[in-house]
């Protein structure tokens, strides 16, 4: 089922949950066991983040440098083949513009409808290690909102085209796309990043999940303001329990967000124990996620970063 179906036929707000492809060398028994704690709240999917591959430059005896792949996940399509094959769940694979032309999203594309996975989140992915700035692949995307267009003119194999169940506009994929409740870093300002959400929206994409937040107000206001600039589509609010008091600076230097003093401040006199700060954070994820919840958001989605003891107890207190 596609998540735009999901949303419009559940009748209460359901959670979400997001992995990350694991590092080369688990097995699949090891990555389908990370994945048993979830499945206990019958989740209606799972999203699989997509990773960019890296280069290196190796010096050669004669002086020279050669360039090398390194691929240090295994591949998204491949997780949700993976999850498929145990698990009754829809897989929503990331797919993103850096580091693919648009001929490899195609195939991408044709692997995934081969599998029979017609959800899908569509990004723009982040800089290459020592990029200040975004450079998209030759031949590949800029935006999130050319890859959205590129995903609906999709066509497949003629033989995909025969069999594929499509929804009343003629689409197979559902698209999903992301957003910063707080600008991303790269926008000059609130309302012109909610403007480039809007031409992904435009470009055909059926809902959006926000970036981590940790003061629900920023969710709200951003809802408000979308709703304003004439966005309609499903926002379902995406959450991250802290876990460390390193996130405390790390998560704003990383995805340009702000954490509330009073979390800050918790933190801050618990920081010398672990299990204290651990818990702390997933006491406030709790918080937040009860609170949207009263708000009646569609869903909530849960950041997981590879751990599942905090959310499986965030779930079973608010679901």
Request: net charge negative; proline share 5%.
């Amino acid at each position: 089922m596609k998540v735009s179906e999901i949303l419009a036929t559940s009748t209460k707000a359901y959670p979400s949950i997001e992995i990350v492809p694991p590092l080369r060398g688990i097995t699949k028994h090891e990555l389908l066991e990370s994945i048993a704690p979830f499945m206990e709240f019958s989740p209606k999917y799972i999203n699989v983040t997509s990773h960019r591959d890296e280069f290196e430059y190796r010096e050669e005896p004669d002086g020279s440098f050669s360039r090398h792949l390194l691929r240090n996940r295994i591949s998204e399509t491949t997780v949700c083949a993976a999850i498929m094959s145990r698990y009754d769940v829809e897989t929503v694979p990331h797919l993103i513009c850096g580091g693919n032309t648009r001929e490899e999203i195609e195939s991408r594309l044709d692997n995934l409808e081969f599998l029979g996975i017609n959800n899908i989140v569509a990004l723009r992915g982040d800089s290459m290690t020592g990029e200040k700035r975004f450079t998209p692949t030759p031949g590949g995307y800029r935006y999130a909102s050319e890859l959205v267009e590129g995903i609906r003119a999709y066509q497949g194999s003629a033989g995909y085209r025969r069999n594929r169940k499509t929804d009343d506009n003629g689409r197979y994929f559902c698209i999903g796309v992301g957003a910063y409740p707080e600008k991303h870093f790269e926008a000059a300002n609130i309302e012109t990043d909610i403007a480039n959400l809007k031409k992904k929206v435009d470009a055909g994409a059926d809902y959006i999940i926000t970036q981590m937040f940790f003061d629900n107000q920023v969710y709200y206001d951003f809802v408000q303001k979308c709703r304003a600039a004439g966005i309609t589509v499903p926002i379902i609010p995406g959450l991250k329990p802290l876990s460390t008091a390193r996130q405390v600076s790390m998560l704003p230097e990383s995805f340009s967000l702000d954490i509330p003093i009073e979390l800050t401040q918790e933190i801050e006199k618990s920081k010398s124990d672990k299990d204290a700060v651990y818990q702390i954070g997933t006491e406030w994820c709790e918080m937040q996620c009860k609170d949207l919840l009263r708000h009646g958001v569609p869903a909530v989605h849960f950041y997981t970063m590879g751990k599942s003891g905090n959310i499986v107890q965030i779930l079973r207190s608010c679901f």
